[in-house]
């Protein structure tokens, strides 16, 4: 009768993966009996002529080496039954390797358990923390991001999705997008970020900005606007969605778990693997009602500063809201909550009056390059 | 169960006879072929909790299909997705591998297959998420990969180093290490990660010999952006 295996002989002469062979403990040593057809011989092997270790990938096997050259041996040892056994038939000196390798195993467990149970007890408590509205958690996180790290997982994403779509490389709506980032960008103190802007032959009604600072606008949205206030508007939103890094935060909240070890762990590159998942999710990421008031109001102040007339998104989402709600794609990406409009205006009410300097374009010119025939009446 | 590879190299295909009730576990997707007899039960391999944790932690298709032979004999024809050799490997319930995520195939009713925790430090810097999968217990195990498929074998002691986006699976009696790759292997290094796997026998490492995120890569620069 072929007995089962239990343990893996390795040796010259014998198969990579080890030969499958029964072990069986006696009062002075090892009875190894191969299993199957197999170069292995049948062996006795005393305790006095043996060395044992703790080993394998998880160092829960018992390792047992005897003679040298070309007849040295090593034995797996993985049933917990037969390893017991072992333990007690095994005499003193080696008892004492056998007590440290076991020592090892348990510290090995006990550290894993011990730092996998307090990553779960702090992700579980930023998970209470969360539960009860707290950003500031997902802040404090975010924080820890280096730039240079956003911008590497915005890159990537913005280039997946430019290489599906038609992006209008030059032409007078291309530079008029320039000319407002331009005015916008230089009003921002101290910006670490380089925005990059791409407009998207699209009906799509969007615009979106990745972390990182890569920025898409859809010709949708140029059509639909009716003057270039109310774009620079809508991007100087945008604009104030990536400085706050709102992205990120939407990010950390989506990947939970996961993406909170990665980042208390200060190590960027597990977390890179599984953001490339959801990479195509950051391109419809909703926001929260918290962000978009933050965006708002930054956003029009950031207008203001750059002398651009700040009532512009107000009255493009105003005029949308009023007809198509539904089939606009802006509201289901920054969602129009109650009370935010009336946010809006009073920041507007607020703000100091400054004379508004015009864009060097005309407005209608642009559409007509889109091909828009009568965007008003 | 019997397995029989087909069309051996880079577009291989397995045909798995199953005798009357007999099951195949493959994986969701790799069936491309079956006679009538054959049924799918989506049974989810580790449990709910289990599937969700591949999905979510290794990218992993959620389930594993469970193929039954429920009206009688018959066969399935396996393929995986990405053009590359298949190996057969033969479970004897002492020998156990480790295997990168996208590495299994298929496996006889008596393989398990568990998603296994790597420990913190190697499942995030050798970028292939927490969890990798181990399979033990009996019976035949199919192994797909990118390219063809290379057998390391290594002595008690022996070492080798393996840039870790080449890993398909590996014996558990061999241990290893994420190491940063010294500068001789930046250069020749495709992961762009910098990151290499020292690999410590005995036992067995099978590699594949293209890099899917290279090739990706590579693949992309011919992808026009129209105008
Ligand atoms: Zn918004």
């Known amino acids: ?377 | 169960m019997k397995c029989e590879i087909l069309y051996p190299g880079a577009f291989p295909m397995v045909r798995v006879y199953l005798d009357a009730s007999e099951t195949v576990k493959a994986e969701s997707g790799a069936m491309v072929a079956a006679s009538p007899t054959i049924d799918i039960e989506s049974k989810m391999e580790g449990g709910f909790l289990g599937a969700l944790s591949r999905k979510m932690l290794s990218g992993e298709k959620f389930f594993f299909q469970t193929l039954r032979a429920s009206r009688g004999a018959g066969e399935v024809l396996l393929a995986p997705t990405v053009p590359g050799e298949i190996v057969l490997l033969e479970l004897d319930g002492v020998n156990e591998y480790m295997v990168q995520k996208d590495g299994f195939l298929a496996g006889a009713e008596g393989v398990k297959i568990e998603s296994k925790m790597q420990s913190l430090t190697r499942g995030l810097l050798g970028g292939e998420g927490f969890f990798i999968l181990k399979i033990g217990g009996t019976g035949h195990l199919v192994l797909n990969s990118f390219g063809a498929i290379h057998k390391i074998e290594l002595k008690p002691n022996e070492e080798y180093i393996v840039d870790n986006s080449h890993l398909v699976a590996w014996t558990s009696t061999t241990t290893y290490n994420i190491e940063k790759a010294s500068s001789g292997w930046i250069a020749s290094l495709t992961s762009g990660e910098g990151l290499v796997c020292r690999f410590r026998g005995p036992g067995v490492v099978y590699i594949q010999s293209r890099n899917p995120g290279s090739f990706g890569n590579w693949i992309r620069q011919f992808i026009p952006v129209s105008e």
């Open chain 1, 1 to 377: 009768m072929n007995p089962i295996p239990n343990a893996l002989c390795f040796g010259d002469g014998l198969p990579g993966v080890g030969a499958p062979c029964h072990v069986t403990v006696s009062a002075d040593g090892l009875t190894m009996v191969p299993v199957g057809t197999s170069p292995l011989v049948e062996e006795a092997i005393a305790f006095a002529d043996m060395s044992v270790e703790a080993g394998g990938l998880d160092h829960d096997q018992l390792v047992v080496s005897w003679g040298t050259g070309s007849s040295a041996r090593t034995l797996y040892l993985k049933d917990p039954a037969l390893i017991i056994a072992f333990r007690r038939a095994a005499p003193a000196e080696l008892t004492a390797h056998l007590e440290r390798a076991a020592v090892q195993v348990r510290r090995a467990r006990h550290g894993h358990r011990l730092l996998w149970g307090s990553v779960l007890g702090v992700v579980f408590g930023l998970g209470l923390l969360l539960w009860f509205g707290t950003d500031l958690i997902v802040e404090w996180a975010v924080a820890r991001i280096p730039i240079e790290w956003e911008q590497k997982l915005g890159e990537s994403v913005y280039q997946d999705f430019l290489s599906k779509e038609t992006v209008l490389k030059e032409g007078p709506a291309v530079s008029a997008v320039q000319e407002m980032t331009q005015r916008l960008t230089d009003k921002i103190r101290d910006n670490p970020y380089k925005f990059q802007i791409s407009v998207v032959q699209s009906p799509v009604v969007n615009a979106f900005a990745l972390p990182g600072g890569y920025v898409v606008v859809f010709t949708g949205l140029m059509t639909k606007a009716e003057s270039g206030e109310e774009v620079a508007g809508v991007l100087s939103h945008e604009l104030n969605h990536v400085l706050q890094r709102h992205g990120m935060e939407r990010m950390v909240k989506m990947l939970g778990l996961a993406a909170v070890v990665g980042i208390l762990l200060g190590d960027q590159q597990g977390l890179t693997g599984l953001a490339k998942q959801v990479g195509m999710e950051l391109v419809t990421l909703k926001f929260g009602r918290a962000q978009e008031t933050e965006a708002d109001v930054t956003g029009i102040r950031l207008l203001s500063d750059a002398r651009i007339a700040p009532d512009g998104m107000i009255r493009f989402f105003e005029r949308l809201s009023e007809k198509d709600k539904a089939r606009v794609e802006v509201f289901s990406t920054h969602p129009m909550s109650a009370g935010r409009a009336e946010r809006l205006k009073a920041e507007l009410a607020a703000l100091p009056k400054r004379t508004p300097e015009p864009f060097t374009f005309q407005w209608k010119t642009i559409q007509d390059s889109l091909g828009v025939s009568d965007p008003k009446k």
